[in-house]
């Protein structure tokens, strides 16, 4: 799948081409006009059409494109309890899951909730997710 030209931000605050970002999203610095993360990047996810995709990091998520933002975290832009590791586009890209390593599941737009496993006792941390 080709992947899009990034588009210039208009009323985020950014400059370049970032979209938008969650609330928690909070970079280091801006160098020379360049965003400096404070944490690295750990996962990418492109929307279903192929236009757009989302970034993220261990608590935070970025969007791209035509990425759309559904929500983040918990509740009212609270980040989750846990790292992020996967974020997981409906076939219809108007919302999402959002998955924990502690095995939460988040969903948003038009995501079912399909269950956590947030209150088992797991062995190892959740390292990855697919729909």
């Given amino acids: 799948m080709p992947w899009p030209r990034p588009r210039t931000a208009t009323g985020t605050g950014w400059s370049g081409p970032t979209a938008g970002c969650s609330p928690s999203a909070t ?5 020379d006009g360049r ?3 404070d944490q690295p990047i750990t996962g990418i996810a492109p929307t279903p059409d192929g236009l757009g995709y ?3 990091r261990s608590d935070a998520r970025f969007r791209f494109g035509d990425a759309g933002f559904f929500g983040f975290g918990a509740g ?4 989750a309890s846990a790292p992020l590791i ?9 919302g999402y899951w ?6 939460s599941v988040f969903s948003y737009g038009d995501a079912q909730f399909p269950g956590s496993l947030v209150h ?4 190892a941390p ?4 697919s729909w």
């Avoid at 009212?76 to 980040?79: E, K, L, V, W």
């Fill in 98 to 103: 959002i998955i924990g390593s502690d095995g």
């Fill in 76 to 79: 009212a832009g609270d980040p």
């Fill in 27 to 31: 970079p280091a610095s801006r160098v």
């Fill in 126 to 129: 959740v390292t990855g997710a």
């Fill in 120 to 123: 088992e006792h797991l062995a």
């Fill in 86 to 94: 996967s974020i997981e586009p409906t076939p219809t890209g108007d």
């Fill in 35 to 37: 965003l400096r993360l």
């Fill in 54 to 56: 989302w970034l993220w």
